[in-house]
Structure formats: structure tokens, C-alpha cells
């Protein structure tokens, strides 16, 4: 079945490490999104790209990075510049880079300590 | 900015209709409405969208008001699995639109 995944669901890192999360979709969608949700809270785009090799900041772009080199991978990087990284982390991909068919993945929880 | 308006949380009985509201009174001519929700610790999931005329699929009805500044999705029979954060989103399909979250409804269905 098509879908994204998303590893790992739970993630663990001393604080100022980078740490690298995954997603990988085989739905053949052009566009891939990075969601960052806070407790109680809705969710905010942190980076989106619409085609391979192209990527733009969302609304909270600080302190991440993140790399399109294939059509079915979007890595994100949360660095050591991110002052609160501890969240739950949503990957998603759409077919034209509209807002038609969202699919999301299941979702990485980070916890920094 | 959101560009929609829901009530944070509402309780309803298991096996009755769930009515959730949204609010979008600025809603352009070519944006759709779309009804995501999400279940503790999981992905948003795709319930259903619009533009004008009222839509049923297997999971739910949106009813959206003629002037489109309001709409309503329907779970015409809610069961304990329907208990989520229920999302209104407003958006067009222009490429290079994004979905904009707000915080959603926290729907309680209760036995």
C-alpha cells in the first residue's frame, strides 16, 4: 500500500546535537511538508518543497533544514540553533504542491534532554 | 492568520450526529473548505472538502451556508473512535498553497 513513513516514532537526543528525522512517501506526490505540533496546539509548517531540489521556509523555518535530492525523501535536520525543539514532528505530501490530498505520516516524537 | 473560526471543544453522545462548526466569513470565491482530523498521537487524517454544494462521503457530510461564510461538518453517527481534534481549513488549489492549521475542535464522543 502507498503511504509516508516517518522514523523513528519516538527519538531521543542530548541537547545542541543535531538530530535528522525521516520521511519517505511512495505515493508518487510531487510536494512533501514538515509540520511542527506543540501540545494543545494546531499544527505549523516548518518547511515545504514542491519539486525535487526546490524547497521554501514555512512559518517557522528557524533553526531547521531540510533536503529534497529524491522525489520520494524529505529528510529534516533540527540543529542545535532550534532553542525548543522538543515536539511532534508531521511529515505530508501532496500530489501538485495544492491544497488537494494531504496525506500525512504518522508523525516522530523528539524529546530533547 | 487563521482564516477560520471553530469552538474549542464539544461533547457528544455516542451514536447521535456530531454538527461541528466553522466560521469563514472570508473566505474567497476559489477557496474550498476541507475537514481534516486528527486522533491522539497520530497524523491529520483527510475527511472531506467543498466549494459550495453541500458533500457526503463515506465518513461525513459538509453542509456549507449560500453566502459560504459558515459551514458544518456532519457525523450522522459518532462512536467512541470519532473522539479527535477536528480541523476547518480554507484554502484554493492554486499550486503552491499550503494547509494552514489552526487549533481545531476537540470533539468528545461519549458512551
Known amino acids: 500500500d502507498g503511504g509516508i513513513t516517518q522514523s523513528p516514532k519516538y527519538l531521543f537526543r542530548k541537547e545542541g546535537q543535531n538530530v535528522t528525522l525521516s520521511c519517505e512517501q511512495n505515493?508518487?506526490?510531487?510536494?512533501m511538508y514538515w509540520y511542527r505540533q506543540d501540545p494543545g496546539q494546531g499544527l505549523r509548517l516548518i518547511y515545504y518543497?514542491?519539486?525535487?531540489?526546490?524547497?521554501q521556509k514555512g512559518d517557522i523555518a528557524e533553526g531547521y533544514s531540510v533536503s529534497r535530492e529524491k522525489k520520494e525523501s524529505f529528510p529534516l535536520t533540527v540543529t542545535s540553533a532550534q532553542k525548543n525543539p522538543t515536539a511532534f514532528y508531521l511529515c505530508?505530501?501532496?500530489?501538485?504542491?495544492?491544497?488537494?490530498?494531504?496525506?500525512f505520516g504518522s508523525g516522530t516524537r523528539l524529546t530533547v534532554v | 492568520d487563521a482564516k477560520t473560526t471553530q469552538p474549542p471543544s464539544m461533547d457528544c453522545a455516542e451514536g447521535r450526529a456530531a454538527n461541528l462548526p466553522c466560521n469563514h466569513s472570508?473566505?474567497?470565491?476559489?477557496?474550498?473548505v476541507y475537514w481534516y482530523r486528527q486522533i491522539h498521537s497520530q497524523g491529520p487524517q483527510y475527511i472531506i472538502h467543498g466549494l459550495k454544494n453541500n458533500e457526503t462521503n463515506e465518513m461525513a457530510s459538509l453542509i456549507i451556508t449560500e453566502d459560504r461564510k459558515s459551514s458544518t461538518l456532519i457525523l450522522p453517527h459518532a462512536t467512541l473512535r470519532d473522539t479527535a481534534v477536528y480541523y476547518c481549513?480554507?484554502?484554493?488549489?492554486?499550486?503552491?498553497?499550503?494547509?494552514?492549521f489552526g487549533a481545531g475542535t476537540i470533539l468528545r464522543v461519549k458512551s
Open positions: 518543497s514542491q519539486i525535487v531540489n526546490d524547497f
Open positions: 472570508t473566505i474567497s470565491g476559489n477557496e474550498y
Open positions: 505530508a505530501s501532496s500530489i501538485q504542491g495544492g491544497s488537494m490530498g494531504y496525506t
Open positions: 481549513i480554507v484554502s484554493s488549489m492554486e499550486y503552491g498553497n499550503k494547509l494552514v
Open positions: 505515493l508518487n506526490h510531487d510536494a
